[in-house]
């Protein structure tokens, strides 16, 4: 079965700094770009970071950029992002998500998502 | 960089035909590709259609996806809704530095 999992998610100070995880299973990890996608409460989908199956390359959002590290451990079939000077506006639901290949071989996979919270 | 604009809401009756466009703000529809992903209260998002017109894997063939130049728009179609298609919809698409765009969401009541 297909899954990947966030962790990591907490309530944080702003200006601190959090590391979300996404382990990936039943599936080839290596073989997937994958991203995070983030949802504030109430409001829509925005883009945050991408990275090629090998590690590279990286593409990140403007609103993270400087601040945020996406990676990933292919060793270990994880995900990573470091989220460094949290500001109160990055406060959402982080999803990973994994695609790979083209019509009609395209597979993609959701992960169920990990809140964080940025508030003194 | 450019912007998708989605409707805020759309409403129809079971078994009926709606469309949701999203429109580019600048540069080609056609230039990049569009997905239009599905996502119910309280759940994750899923893919539903992927490259401007592909379903992914087990999407009904109720659901189709188009481009059109001359209005600069992808469209999402839903054929012979269901209630269980109630839902938000949002189309996204690359910039040339392969950053995703997301439109703003559009919220589908089956009614």
């Known amino acids: 079965e297909v899954q990947l999992l966030e962790s990591g998610g907490r309530s944080v100070q702003p200006g601190g700094s959090l590391r979300l995880s996404c382990a990936a299973s039943?599936?080839?990890?290596?073989?997937?770009?994958m991203s995070w996608v983030r949802q504030a409460p109430g409001r829509g989908l925005e883009w945050v970071s991408s990275l090629g199956g090998s590690g590279g390359p990286t593409y990140y959002a403007n609103s993270v950029r400087g601040r945020f590290t996406i990676s990933r451990d292919n060793s270990k079939n994880i995900l990573y992002l470091q989220m460094n000077s949290l500001r109160a506006d990055d406060t959402a639901v982080y999803f990973c998500y994994g695609e790979s290949g083209y019509a009609p071989n395209y597979f993609d996979y959701w992960g169920q998502g990990t809140l964080v919270t940025v508030s003194s | 960089n450019f912007m998708l604009t989605q409707p805020h809401s759309v409403s129809e009756s079971p078994g009926k035909t709606v469309t949701i466009p999203c429109t580019r703000s600048s540069g080609s529809i056609d230039s990049n590709y569009v997905r239009w992903y599905q996502q119910r209260p309280g759940s994750s998002p899923a893919t539903v259609i992927y490259?401007?017109?592909?379903?992914s894997s087990g999407v009904p063939d109720r659901f189709s996806g188009s481009i059109d130049s001359s209005s600069n728009s992808a469209s999402l179609t839903i054929s012979g809704l269901k209630t269980e298609d109630e839902a938000d919809y949002y189309c996204q698409s690359y910039d040339n530095n392969n950053n995703w765009v997301f439109g703003g969401g559009t919220r589908l009541t089956v009614l």
């Open positions: 490259e401007d017109n592909q379903r």
């Open positions: 039943g599936f080839t990890f290596s073989n997937y770009a």
